[in-house]
Nanobody, 122 residues
Framework: QVQLVESGGGLVQAGGSLRLACAAS????????MAWFRQAPGKEREFVAN????????SYVDSVKGRFTISRDNAKNTVSLQMNSLKPEDTAVYSC???????????????WGQGTQVTVSS
C-alpha cells in the first residue's frame, strides 16, 4: 500500500509559477513510477508527467514540455512538479499517482492522492 498526499496548489496569474509536492508513505517506491495527472472541469483526466523512481527517467505531455519539471527526492520520499509559465489552460485538479509501469494511462496506476486545485487566472 502506498499513501499519497499532495500539496502546493493555489491561485496564480498567467505566467506565474507553482510547485506541487506529493508525499508518499506506507511502502518503498523502489521500482515504481510516479506520475502527475490533471483533470479540468468537464474534461477527461490527462497525463502530465512521470518519473521512474530508480533512475529518474522522465516523460511529459507535449503541452507542458519546457514549462513543467518533475523531480523526486529519495530521502524524503516525495515527488514534485515545478510548473512555470503557467497558462489558464493549465487550470485543473492535479493528482499524484504511483504505479509500476512508466505509463501515460491512468488505469495503470494503482495508488492516487486526493488531488490539489491549480487555478491560473488570465
Amino acid at each position: 500500500q502506498v499513501q499519497l498526499v499532495e500539496s502546493g496548489g493555489g491561485l496564480v496569474q498567467a505566467g506565474g509559477s507553482l510547485r506541487l509536492a506529493c508525499a508518499a508513505s506506507g511502502s518503498s517506491l523502489s521500482g515504481r513510477t510516479m506520475a502527475w495527472f490533471r483533470q479540468a472541469p468537464g474534461k477527461e483526466r490527462e497525463f502530465v508527467a512521470n518519473i521512474r523512481w530508480n533512475d529518474g527517467f522522465t516523460s511529459y505531455v507535449d503541452s507542458v514540455k519546457g514549462r513543467f519539471t518533475i523531480s523526486r527526492d529519495n530521502a524524503k520520499n516525495t515527488v514534485s512538479l515545478q510548473m512555470n509559465s503557467l497558462k489558464p489552460e493549465d487550470t485543473a485538479v492535479y493528482s499524484c499517482a504511483a504505479g509500476w509501469a512508466p505509463s501515460t494511462r491512468g488505469n495503470t496506476y494503482a495508488y492516487w492522492g486526493q488531488g490539489t486545485q491549480v487555478t491560473v487566472s488570465s
